[in-house]
Nanobody, 123 residues
């Protein structure tokens, strides 16, 4: 299974970006999909997850601003990011797991990863 993330870029505070993650070589219906981010000098952190059964989870820092969605027929997952803040600056990666829902915040349970796409929020 290969994952590829797209959509990063430069944006001013308050702006929006939409990231996409294309999944190849596997059936998206089998996987819970997660978005993680890693800011410069910091550890990678959980951002959002979309379960195969419809569950959704966000880290508190992005609730109300980010929206994760998926289209299983298109094997694609999106992360719509609104009201961006400088602290959202990071490399964003998508990942796939078959773990139970309670573990989706844990990066170690994800078995497939895409490359990061850089999001820079600057004044």
């Amino acid at each position: 299974v290969q994952l590829q993330a797209f959509g990063g870029g430069l944006v001013q505070p308050g702006g929006s970006l939409a990231l996409s993650c294309a999944v190849a070589g596997g059936n998206l219906r089998r996987y819970t999909m997660g978005w993680f981010r890693q800011a410069p000098g910091k550890e990678r952190e959980f951002v959002a997850a979309s379960g195969w059964s419809g569950n959704i989870k966000y880290t508190d820092a992005v609730k109300g601003r980010f929206t994760i969605s998926r289209d299983n027929a298109k094997n694609t997952v999106w992360l719509q990011m609104n009201s961006l803040k400088p602290e959202d600056t990071a490399a964003y990666s998508c990942a796939a797991t078959t773990t139970v829902w309670g573990w989706v915040r844990e990066e170690d349970v994800y078995i497939y990863w895409g490359q990061g796409t850089l999001v820079t929020v600057f004044s």
